[in-house]
């Protein structure tokens, strides 16, 4: 167990409609990474977040947005979903500083149909 | 940019075999550089992570050195177990570019047959 928690474990949904993804970081973490796992695209990074704030980007599409709030749990907004969008969707932690190791969630699947 | 190369599967092994799967990167500082394994329907875990040159990472009977020379993070281990069986991704992130985020291989399958 990472101490990373991810809600919920599987989402099924339509097209265009819109989902939120929740992610609680280890304790005392204060950077949360948002990653997409797909069968074409791999492992990628979406959008970093540290301390509430904005830190790096990745290939993350305009439809799709995060957030950090107070009390450091993050969630990832993908809205006007496309069949496309159907992946694994992890969160890493990390402390942020010093060694920088990053700590998996069990990910959310989502599957748009 | 970024980039890691890892070494295609599915890789097929009978217990007890010598495992090697081959990881080779691009980057434009001094990355560090991870094995994650991703066992069925889990998350991905840290198993072992290198951050300089000539440094060798192990855990769980698994090693990695960082060759800067060969840019290679080749994972090796002695004699494989069945419950070694998973996805293994290489990845790197270049700090000295202030870059956190993990820059994966495409991951190699491992079954180990008993």
């Known amino acids: 167990d990472s101490g990373v928690t991810q809600t919920p474990k599987h989402l099924i949904t339509a097209t265009g409609q819109r989902v939120t993804l929740r992610c609680s970081p280890r304790?005392?973490?204060?950077?949360v990474y948002w990653y997409q796992q797909s069968l074409d695209q791999g492992l990628q990074f979406l959008i970093q977040?540290?301390?509430?704030?904005?830190?790096a980007k990745g290939n993350i599409l305009e439809r799709f947005s995060a957030q950090q709030f107070p009390d450091l749990h993050s969630e990832l907004n993908l809205s006007s979903l496309e069949l496309g969008d159907s992946a694994l969707y992890f969160c890493?932690?990390?402390?942020?500083?010093?060694?920088?190791?990053?700590?998996f969630g069990p990910g959310t699947r989502l599957t748009v149909t | 940019g970024d980039s890691v190369t890892q070494m295609e599967g599915p890789v097929t092994l009978s217990e007890e075999a010598f495992l090697t799967i081959n990881c080779t990167y691009t980057?434009?500082?001094?990355?560090?550089l991870f094995w994650y394994v991703q066992y069925p329907g889990e998350g991905l875990q840290l198993l072992l992570k290198?951050?300089?040159?000539?440094d060798k990472g192990s855990n769980k009977g698994f090693e990695a050195t960082y060759r800067k020379e060969t840019t290679s993070f080749h994972l090796e281990k002695g004699s494989v177990q069945v419950s070694d069986s998973a996805v293994y991704f290489c990845?790197?992130?270049?700090?000295?570019?202030?870059?956190?985020?993990?820059?994966f291989g495409t991951g190699t399958r491992l079954t180990i047959i008993p």
């Open positions: 890493a932690s990390s402390s942020g500083t010093v060694n920088y190791e990053q700590y």
């Open positions: 304790s005392g973490d204060l950077s």
């Open positions: 977040y540290y301390n509430g704030e904005e830190r």
């Open positions: 980057a434009t500082g001094y990355p560090s």
């Open positions: 290198a951050t300089k040159a000539d």
């Open positions: 990845a790197l992130s270049d700090l000295h570019f202030g870059n956190e985020k993990l820059t």
